[in-house]
């Protein structure tokens, strides 16, 4: 009996001595258990993804929102001469490259590249449209010329000037006077005052009437 009471008497006596550090292992286990079930009990319902907002598809078939892999190109603006006289327009001697025409100051039959449009001493040729002088002058022919560049290979002539108004590397407007109409020209004198107006495209020549509004064709 005395050997029971003795070991019951140590057991209480650990107990008393280490009730604390049992507590806090209890309270430890305890609060580890509820983890784990929190865990286990988590709801595990997965996240739908974020709602696209994708296009409707159409019944017909039709893309809602086609893309457009060949855009058009925006259309140019035309260009448009003004006559080249600031006075009335005389045509004294038309374009003609499609067959010859009689030159009656050097009596010979040959196409004529431009339009010789008449008038007085005192009327003045004028810019078809605006554009940059790249060449002003003199030959027995053609008399006093200036050449206006326009861009994209478009270039005009204005022939049988008096002396030039203007100079190389000049900006000029459509109306800017070049100079008076004459006699310049050696080739066509037996006209009278007059502008010769040719134009060039890339280098050849092209009919004026492809530039002058429809009512002075």
């Known amino acids: 009996m005395d050997k ?5 008497g140590k057991t209480k006596a650990f107990l008393k001595r280490n009730m604390y550090y049992i507590i806090m292992g209890v309270c430890i286990l305890a609060i580890g258990a ?3 079930v929190a865990l286990l009990t988590q709801d595990k319902t997965p996240v739908p993804d974020p709602v696209q907002n994708d296009p ?4 017909a078939g039709n893309d809602p929102d086609p ?6 190109e925006p ?3 035309p260009i448009v001469f003004r006559l080249p006289v600031a006075n009335e327009a005389n045509v004294q001697m038309d374009y003609v490259m499609d067959t010859v025409v009689w030159w009656s100051t050097l009596k010979v039959y040959k196409v004529h590249n431009g339009i010789d449009f008449a008038g007085a001493e005192t009327d003045t040729a004028v ?11 003199y030959d027995a022919l053609n008399g006093h010329y200036v050449e206006i560049d326009h861009g994209n290979g478009l270039v005009t002539y204005y022939g049988s000037l008096s002396e030039p108004a203007v100079a190389v590397g000049q900006q000029v407007e459509a109306g800017t006077v070049l100079g008076n109409l004459s ?4 080739a066509e004198m037996n ?6 107006f040719a134009v060039y495209k890339d280098g050849k020549v092209v009919s004026p009437y492809d530039y002058l509004p429809e009512g002075d064709k």
């Open 4 to 8: 029971k009471y003795a070991k019951n």
């Open 34 to 36: 509820m983890i784990t």
């Open 56 to 59: 409707i598809p159409d019944p």
């Open 67 to 72: 893309v457009d892999n060949n855009p058009e």
């Open 75 to 77: 259309v140019p603006t």
């Open 127 to 137: 810019a078809a449209y605006k554009g940059v002088v790249r060449k002003v002058e």
């Open 183 to 186: 006699t310049s020209a050696t």
């Open 191 to 196: 006209l009278g005052p007059h502008v010769h």
